[in-house]
Structures are given as structure tokens and as C-alpha cells.
């Protein structure tokens, strides 16, 4: 197997994602590795950190591949491209008694979309992420209107 690390060719995500206390890491680890499986994403680092209610800081960092192994169960493809001064500043901000995940991926279904536009000399003007809550009030709006169509 070889050990270089190809570029990433979809567009790449940062999510920190914020828990209070301890993270169970079982169900995040577990719906990672099936976007995993089915070749949505690439996992490109990982990094954890957890502030103590006495305001401690701890940091577990996939610096290696196998490090990367033991806190997600399968390796990440570029380790340490968020690394401890992210941590440090993420620790800042941080309420005791919560812990940060701090994930990279690839979207990897995105991958052709972008080689097309890039041979088409064509480039991304603006992308943003609508939050989940607008998409809910959405979808509420759409089914009430639809039920509201179904009664008159």
C-alpha cells in the first residue's frame, strides 16, 4: 500500500461540533464510518477536545493515521491538518464541562461535480449551508399548505 496521500479533489468541510460532558463517541464514530462505506466522504482528520468542569483541557490529536484508527476506528487520509494551536484556540472558547469534535472530510460525491467544473475553467462563486432549522421550518410550511389544499 502506498503511504502517499493523494489531494483532495471534492470541496472539504471543517465541522466543530460541540457536546456537553463526556462524548460518547460510538454513534458519531459509527454514522462517520458509513458516509465512510459509502464513499460520501473522506475522512481527512479528526481532533477531540474536552474542557473539565474544573476548566482543565484535555486534546486527543490523530497525529498518524493510527491515531486517527483509535478515536474514529479507521484511519484519516491527511493527520494533523487541524493540530493543537486549532485546539488551543477551540479550548478557548469552550464551556467547562463540554467537549469539542473537531472533523475534516472530503465530500467525496462531490468529487466529479468539482473535476468538471475545474476542466470547464469554471469556478465556485459562492456555497453556503443552510441550517437545519430554516429546511424544518420548510418543510413544516409545505405540509401544512399541502393538508390546508386537501381540505378545502
Known sequence: MSTATPAPIGPVDLAVIGFRGELRQGGIRDAVARAVDRGAVRVLDVLLVCKDDDGSVRMYDAESPEGAEELLGFPTVLPDLV?????????????????????????????????????????????????????????AAITSQASNEEGS
Open 83 to 139: 493540530g493543537e494551536e486549532d485546539a488551543q484556540a477551540i479550548a478557548e472558547e469552550m464551556d467547562p464541562g463540554t467537549t469539542v469534535l473537531v472533523i475534516a472530510w472530503e465530500n467525496a460525491w462531490a468529487s466529479e461535480i468539482a473535476a468538471e467544473v475545474r476542466e470547464l475553467d469554471g469556478q465556485l462563486l459562492v456555497m453556503e449551508r443552510l441550517p437545519h432549522e430554516d429546511i424544518e421550518t420548510a418543510l
